[in-house]
């Protein structure tokens, strides 16, 4: 029972497009959601969260949405950078659980 | 500089032998956690400690163990038990545990690969 899914397991974007990366969930325990980002061979590190009562946090370039009704929250990124290259892992904060993952390329 | 580390970053083993995963903190987080890490199965819950000499099952627990007689550290055994042990393996450690407001941030360490020759 898969409680938090990342359909797309890549995603490919020119250099100072918009990407936007998605999640579904299934679980309307979670009270906060939360983005990281990975490297190969390294850990993730915390990207951004957002609150189950918003539906909207910002900071910088990075902004997740979150559409309560559709269980569905999104980030994006504006303007992508070849350096925003990793996988992002969206997670919900009942039983640390983590997506699958998206694998961002952006092209120079 | 605060953070997790873990060590081995590479491990060998081989079929029957159980293998122990170091993890540890100066971070002064009162949780810790251990996710494995497989092609396109994203990071799933091994254990979890919220607070010295305390800790509980995650989702895929079978064949691993662990123990948590130190705040800064929190090890992994990987037993003969777990049928498929090569994996990537991950610590991380948070300020807070679910049952407190806001959001819990987990702290990873840098992991590290388990190879079962």
């Known amino acids: 029972d898969q409680q938090v899914k990342q359909n797309s397991p890549s995603l490919s974007v020119q250099e100072g497009r918009i990407s936007i990366l998605n999640c579904d969930y299934t679980?309307?325990?979670?009270?906060?959601f939360l983005w990281y980002k990975k490297y190969p061979a390294e850990g993730p590190t915390f990207l951004i969260s957002i609150s189950s009562i918003k539906d909207k946090n910002e900071d910088g370039r990075f902004t997740v949405f979150l559409n309560k009704s559709a269980k569905h929250l999104s980030l994006h990124i504006v303007p992508s950078q070849p350096g925003d290259s990793a996988v992002y892992f969206c997670?919900?904060?009942?039983?640390?659980?983590f997506g699958t993952g998206t694998r961002l390329k952006v092209l120079a | 500089d605060g953070g997790i580390t873990q060590s081995p970053k590479y491990l060998f083993r081989k079929e029957g032998q159980n293998v122990t995963l170091s993890c540890e903190q100066n971070l002064n987080h009162d949780a810790m956690y251990w996710y494995r890490q497989d092609p396109g199965q994203g990071l799933r819950l091994i254990y979890y400690s919220q607070i010295v000499n305390d800790f509980q099952k995650g989702d895929i627990a079978e064949g691993y163990s662990v123990s948590r007689e130190k705040k800064e550290s929190f090890p992994l055994t990987v037993t003969s038990a777990q049928k498929n042990p090569t994996a990537f393996y991950l610590c991380a450690s948070s300020i807070r545990d679910r049952g407190q407001t806001g959001a819990n941030v987990l702290t990873f360490g840098a992991g590290s690969r388990l190879t079962v020759l």
């Open positions: 997670s919900g904060t009942y039983k640390y659980i």
């Open positions: 679980n309307s325990m979670f009270d906060y």
